[in-house]
């Protein structure tokens, strides 16, 4: 087993790189309630203990780590002191060693994926040492007819209960699991949906996904950057809900994904109306591109634009 060190405080802190470690420790307190779960703690469970769900106890399901191209049976896929939960919490590139964090703020990712009938929007929250942040002050919604509103709490049930991994320097990761039937997300086309943690009724971090439905299959749309590392995004890409893609049709074409250019065409709040201007099939994917991704250029897609909820 092999350790990296770094100063509390600084870049660097004390975690076991590619190892089983982590374990999923107890139960934030009211959490569980919050979520419609039963109020008992939550067990120590070490990882390996539920292989399939998440083997390197690093804070993300299996299954999300397939669908993110990170190694599931390694708590640190790049090998830079950071776990791969607690860098999707606090946005960083777990791929790269080279890009982690440097900041100790309040953040929040979501990531989707696709089993078992349901799909997980997959929530990782990163807290500070005295951040004061309670689980309640975490909500999720949805844009529903033109307008983002917050679901209740019973709506997001079947997922796993939220979970507590302590991070060093006093610093903690909360994870949340809800849940939307997929055959409800694909009645709708898809859905947008945003995660925001409130301090005294503030928003002062979120996060948004937007999923959609083709041809049978859901996928992630995601922003594309520029391959030199710039931080603007120059399109986007449907990043497929189940590891190696759809396997659906035989009109797809393997190794492709479906990106595209879009313009905005309004904004309210924090909904944003984009009409996609340029879309092509690309390759160097584990997935498949739809042969009606050209034709979508011309349509209109709505987003959630989770700078727009900061601070509301």
Known sequence: MSFVTRQCGGWRAALRAGGAVAAVLGAVAGAAAWLGVARAPLPVVSAGERAGFDSDGDGLHDALE????????????????FGDGEEVARRTNPHRSTLFPSSAEISVSMDAYAANGRVHAMTAVYLPSGSGVNPRDIRFGLELGGQLRVIPRNQLRGGEPTRLIPLMCGASLVVFDPVLPEAVVQARGGISMFAVVTVSGTVVAADALNVRASGGQLFERVDRFSPGGDATPVGSIYRPLTSGGPTSGVTQTPGQICAQKTAVLAVIGALVTEEVIEAECIDGWDAYCSPGCAATVGSTLKKIDPAALIGG
């Open 66 to 81: 397939l669908v993110l191209g990170l190694n599931s049976a390694r708590f640190d896929t790049d090998g830079d002191g």
